[in-house]
C-alpha cells in the first residue's frame, strides 16, 4: 500500500468510525439526514447537525481530501477517453473530441494545484494554536514549493488556455483541416486524404496518451510524499486524528 492508498485507508475509516456513531445515537427519522448534514458542516459553523469541534475539523479535511482525490481519478480518466472514440456518425470530429479532453486534462490539472496548495494553507490556519506550528509550516512551505515546481509548466499552458487563447495543439489542427478538406472535396481524392487522416490522428492519440501517463505517474509520485508529510502532522502512529 502506498502513502496515498494509506492516507486515504484512514481518513476514511475515521469519518466511517464518525458516521456510525451518529447513526447508532439518531433517531429513526433522523438518520437519511446525517450524512447529508454532515457533508455541509463548515469549519466554522454548524448546520443542522450535532457535531463537536472535533468532528468539524475532521469533515473539513475529508472534504478537501475528496475534491483531490475526484482531480486525480479525472485526469486518469482522460487516459480512456482519448484512446476511444464514441460519437461515430455524429457531428462531432475526432480532432475536436481529442481537443475537447485535452484541454479539460490541462484545466484539470490546474484545479488539482489549487486544491493541493489549498489544503496546505487550510492546515496551516488549524493549526496556527499547535505547539508543533513551527514545524508543521515549515512542512507545509517545503511541499508547497514541490507542487509549485512539479505544476509549473502545466500552470503556464492553462494560463495562456483561459487567458490569451484557446489550447491548441499543431497537429489536431492539420487533422481538423484535413477532416474539413474531407467533406467538401470530391470522391476520387477522399481515400487518400482519408488514409493520412486516420494516420495522423493514430499517432496524435499515441503521443498525447503518453505525455498524459506520464504526468499522471509523476502527479502519482507527488501524492506519495504529499500525503506521507500530511499523514505525519494529521494523524498518530495508530491513525488517531490529532487534534490542533
Given at each position: ?88 456518425n455524429t457531428s462531432i470530429s475526432k480532432s475536436r473530441y481529442l481537443q475537447y479532453h ?61 487567458h490569451e487563447y484557446r489550447y491548441l495543439d499543431k497537429e489536431l489542427l492539420r487533422i481538423g483541416a484535413l477532416e474539413g ?64
Open positions: 500500500m502506498d502513502k496515498f492508498e494509506k492516507f486515504q485507508k484512514t481518513i476514511f475509516s475515521l469519518v466511517g468510525e464518525l458516521i456510525r456513531s451518529k447513526f447508532e445515537q439518531a433517531k429513526d427519522n433522523e438518520q437519511s439526514n446525517i450524512i447529508k448534514e454532515l457533508l455541509c458542516i463548515e469549519t466554522e459553523k454548524k448546520k443542522g447537525v450535532n457535531a463537536s469541534k472535533k468532528d468539524i475539523f475532521l469533515m473539513e479535511l475529508f472534504k478537501r481530501f475528496t475534491e483531490i482525490d475526484s482531480s486525480y481519478k479525472q485526469l486518469k480518466d482522460v487516459e480512456v477517453y482519448i484512446r476511444q472514440f464514441p460519437y461515430e485535452i484541454g479539460n486534462y490541462f484545466n484539470e490539472m490546474y484545479i488539482l494545484k489549487e486544491r493541493l496548495c489549498g489544503y496546505l494553507n487550510k492546515l496551516n490556519r488549524l493549526y496556527s494554536k499547535d505547539h508543533r506550528y513551527e514545524i508543521i509550516e515549515k512542512l507545509t512551505k517545503v511541499m508547497s514549493d514541490s507542487i509549485q515546481n512539479t505544476f509549473n509548466g502545466i500552470t503556464n499552458i492553462r494560463g495562456h488556455h483561459v478538406l474531407i467533406e467538401s472535396i470530391g470522391e476520387d481524392f477522399i481515400e487518400t486524404l482519408s488514409f493520412f487522416l486516420q494516420r495522423s490522428y493514430k499517432q496524435s492519440v499515441r503521443e498525447w496518451n503518453h505525455i498524459i501517463q506520464k504526468n499522471n505517474e509523476e502527479i502519482k509520485n507527488l501524492f506519495n510524499i504529499y500525503f506521507d508529510a500530511l499523514s505525519k502532522i494529521l494523524f498518530g502512529k495508530k491513525g488517531k486524528l490529532i487534534f490542533p
